[in-house]
Every structure is written in structure tokens, then in C-alpha cells.
């Protein structure tokens, strides 16, 4: 059991939850749990999350996949009572408190998602498992398939892979972009709206590269989701090109353009940007060597320098160095005071290298500091 767990974990490496991505979190380093992650939850909290597929079967024929059906490798299935029992033998012993579950499509992807459905289902009302689960929403499946996995998972995934029909065309052949997957991502959205789920959030991933898209791709679709499907976030898979098995000839995508795609996410989520206002390379491509806001604020400098005892927070949000914990401490910092100086600055989480060229300190400029290399905002 334990070896087959290895191997379908291993198997769901590429699918990205919360902290699982190369930008941050890790994995268990014990023989027996190597595959459990910490995951960063949607209500902000940390748990050790199992992440497994439930079989490496595979119809489909994706060409950045090392499930893909023209593949002649080895194949292993979970039935839902073998893995619901591992999971609560991995949850009873500790090791894992919720449960990422995706899988390759083997036959019908209603067929398929059953057997998701199935392990979920035994794991709330046999076990009584009252933790977190997220389920992968397999390309095709039906919307009863939907709406059954939504009355099992605290969240739910639907991922598109690449930006448009065209570029996914080109690397998964047969894959219906909007039939098969924006449809989808539109019922999950709808059964996070209803009253009758358990499922409160819903994310994607983008294999970044394979197709060889632009960031301008990826985050116009992004800030498009997020703007009409109230998408909880979007993840990156930086694309690893691995040439024993893929026939792709798609170089491999450097990790810096994952972790600066994840900038400009953040600043369409978190920091009030616009997509109109995200500042790409003529190759249209985000830049490697500075990160998005920096390249916002350089390309505005009719924007600063801000008065850091009085501009509002969505204001300082666009300064570097001042993060949205940091914009909310400075308007508390205010209401009962004063900053007398850098330090106060410092204090309040000011990054201060960054951000002194874009700030003024009762009407006065900061000391302007030693450059530092690129650091997150």
C-alpha cells in the first residue's frame, strides 16, 4: 500500500496547492509520508496535506503530463476504500490533516471522478473526517459529477493549463478549453455560490512555458477570472521540460519567471492592480531582473514620492517595500501617532531600501540607503 502511495503521489507532484510550489513550502522528508505537504488552507491556516492522485490511468494524450496515454509506463489505481483507509491511518497517526486528491482520467471522467467522489464520501461519513479536502475537477466531467465532489470538498480545482484554446491545442491534444474546462470552472463557481455545499473556493494552475505563452497571456486570463469568477487565486508551474519523456521542444521555464508571475498575481489580488497597469517586457513577458511593482513604480514616477503620514492605505500598497500588513500597520501607526523618523518606518515593516525613494517623511526625503538586491515586496 505504502509503495502504491509513493508512486501516485509522486505521480501528483505537478498539481500545486497553497504552500506546494516552488516558490515556497516543501515536503516531509520521512520515508513513510515523503509526499505530505504543507499547504496553506483558504481561511489562511497551515495543515499537512496529502496529495495524491487516484489513478495514473490515462485517456488523455497532454503532452507536458507524465500520465499521458502514449506513454508506455507503469500504471496504479487507488479503489476509494484503499485510499480513504490510508489517508485515515496517515490522519490518526498525525501525519496528514487534509487531503488533496486529483488523478489522470481513466475511461469516462465521470467514471473517474466517481471513484474521487467515493473516497471523499467515506471519509465524511464513515470516518467522520471533518478536515480539509480539495478534489481536482476532471476535464469533462458532468455537472452532476460537479456538484455531488461540492458536497464532499472545502475547495475545488479546475485547471486550465494554458491561457486560450489555441495554446492549449498545442500541447493538449483533444482538450476542449471552453467546453470541457471554463465550463467546469463556471459550475464550481456556481456551487461555491449555494447555500447546499460543503465548497467555498475554487483554483487553477497554468504550466507555464510549455506552450511557449507570454505572461501577458497568463495574467490577462488570470485578472479575467478573477474578475468574473471570483476565482480564489491562480498557480504556476514553471515548466520543467523534461526530454525523457515529452516530445515537446519547449525549453524549460527559468523558476524566476514562476516566482514573478506569482509577484504580479499578488499585486492583482491583494494590491488593487490592474491588469492595464502590470508592466511587460516588448516580448511580453514580465521582467526577470526586477519585479512588478518595482517596474510599475519606475514606469510612474509621476505617481511619487507619497507622504507616509498621509496617503491612504491603497496608496502606500503601491510603493515597494510596503506590503498590504505593512500599509494596515503605518494607518494604525497614525491614528495614534506620529513617525519621528526612519526607524518608526523600520519598525512599522517598512522595508526601507526599497521604499525610500518613493516616500517622504513629513514633507522631507528619506536618506536614500545602499541598493539590495531583489527581494518579494
Known sequence: MLDKAERLSKSARFDLCGACTTA??????????????????????????????????CVRDCLYCENRVSR???RESFTPE???RLFWSLFRAGKATGLFLSSAVSGHPDTTMSRMIATAEILRRRYGFRGYIHLKVLPGAGRAAVDAAARFA???????????????????????????LLTRLQWVQEAVESPDTRVRSQTTQFVVGAAREPDREILACTAGLYRDTRLSRAYYSAYAAPDDWTPLDSPPTPLIREH??????????RYGFRFEELVFEPDGNLSLSLDPKSGWAMRNPAAFPVEVEQAPREILLRVPGIGPVTAKRICSWRKKGSFQGPEDLRRAGVILKRAAPYLLLKGKTLPSPDPQPDLPF
Not at 27 to 35: G, V, Y
Not at 260 to 269: E, H, I, K, P, S
Request: aromatic share 6%; hydrophobic share 35%; proline share 8%.
Open 72 to 74: 508506455d509506463v507503469p
Open 260 to 269: 514573478r508571475l506569482y509577484q504580479a498575481d499578488f499585486l492583482l489580488r
Open 82 to 84: 484503499e485510499l480513504s
Open 24 to 57: 515556497g513550502g516543501g515536503r516531509q522528508k520521512s520515508p513513510e509520508d515523503r509526499w505530505i505537504y504543507p499547504t496553506v488552507l483558504p481561511d489562511g491556516k497551515t495543515a499537512n496535506v496529502l496529495k495524491v492522485l487516484q489513478t495514473s490511468a
Open 154 to 180: 472545502d475547495r475545488m480545482s479546475v485547471n486550465l493549463e494554458a491561457p486560450g484554446p489555441e495554446r492549449l491545442r498545442s500541447i493538449a491534444r483533444g482538450k476542449d478549453f471552453a467546453g470541457e
